[in-house]
């Protein structure tokens, strides 16, 4: 796929995922240019001025509940990355109408945008917590996976395809627990829900070389799962600061002991490849079904969940995975 001629729009573009995917997409693809479509006009400024003041950057302020917004915002682009979302489960489960007008209803707005403007692909960003969902987030999260998916179903007549990535835990993005643990080390004492609790986790790197991928395989209809390691968050709490003390303050609500990546429904029309699972549309005939002819069928009653991985990060692994979040801790000490 040749990237120098796209234009390529991202919506939550200031957030964790936004500015990396567009670092390493202006130093690895040179796209001809990139859109960063969000609602905060400090987060675009403080971008500007900081690493991203690049010719081919262009800042558009908007939300994606704004319809009307995005199909501006979105002419003559050629991919779409849908990252924005109300992403905190504690906050969503308090303000759920909130989660449910930007995660579900931004999301429409996001696709149906898309399909006005011709854009070509829309690749939509999801979570693990959308499969068999405990919480409003992930409950979400699920719907809008539904609605990009069958999003295929009336592009009839057009070039639109819509696909997604679902994947794990990502390595101190904003509400991951290493900050906390590494905030929390100097006091002695580490607080973990339960002592039980697996996750998937992968780093930021990781996911937008795999966000990358996925636009460049993607037919339409498909689901992608990267296959990632999990971890024991006792073993997290450990890397961090292994002479803390642990106190186990039990499980919040909408929280699970280990999440889903891939549920056993979903494996009946699921393909298996060296580093990915792909989740073919369930009962619809337009496109996405080419892949069962480049994987293995995964075997009836397969599922995918953090607990049951054959891939697992051991202490070594995950000192590796918060070596620059407790570089990037220190030098905030010292600057301070």
């Not at 995660?103 to 070509?120: K, Q, R, W, Y």
């Not at 999003?151 to 991951?176: F, I, K, L, M």
């Not at 549309?281 to 069962?292: H, Q, R, V």
């Amino acid at each position: 796929m040749d990237w120098k001629n796209k234009v390529i729009l991202i919506t939550g573009g200031t957030g964790s995922f936004g500015k990396k995917f567009t670092k390493i997409m202006l130093a690895e693809k040179q796209p001809k240019k990139i859109i960063i479509f969000s609602r905060d006009e400090l987060k675009q400024h403080e971008m500007r001025v900081g690493e991203y003041d690049d010719s081919r950057l262009r800042y558009f302020i908007g939300n994606v509940r704004d319809r009307d917004r995005l199909v501006r915002a979105m002419h003559g682009v050629d991919i779409v990355v849908h990252a924005a979302a109300l992403k905190q489960v504690s906050a969503c489960e308090y303000n759920p109408m909130e989660a449910v007008k930007t995660n579900i209803l931004g999301t429409s707005n996001v696709l149906e945008a898309a399909l006005d403007a011709g854009v070509s692909k829309v690749l939509a960003l999801s979570t693990d917590k959308a499969v068999s969902p405990a919480n409003l987030y992930g409950g979400t999260k699920l719907v809008a996976e539904k609605l990009v998916i069958q999003s295929n179903a009336y592009t009839a007549g057009s070039s639109t395809r819509y696909s997604c990535v679902r994947y794990g835990n990502v390595v101190g993005s904003r509400g991951s627990v290493v900050p906390l643990f590494l905030n929390q080390r100097a006091s002695g004492k580490i607080t973990i829900t339960d002592d039980r609790m697996t996750r998937f986790w992968l780093s930021l790197e990781q996911g937008v070389h795999f966000v990358i991928k996925c636009i460049e395989q993607m037919e339409g209809g498909e689901v992608f799962v990267p296959k990632i390691p999990s971890t024991k968050v006792v073993d997290l709490a450990e890397a961090i600061a292994p002479d803390a003390e642990i106190e186990i303050i039990g499980i919040r609500p909408g929280e699970k002991l280990h999440e889903d990546l891939l549920s056993n429904d979903e494996a009946r029309h699921s393909i298996e490849l060296e580093d990915m699972y792909v989740i073919q549309p369930a009962e619809a005939s337009w496109f996405g079904y080419s892949w069962k002819n480049k994987g293995t069928p995964t075997p009836e009653g397969f599922t995918y969940t953090s607990d049951n991985n054959t891939e697992w990060l051991d202490l070594e692994g995950i000192k590796k995975h918060i070596a620059p979040f407790e570089k990037a801790l220190s030098e905030r000490k010292l600057d301070g």
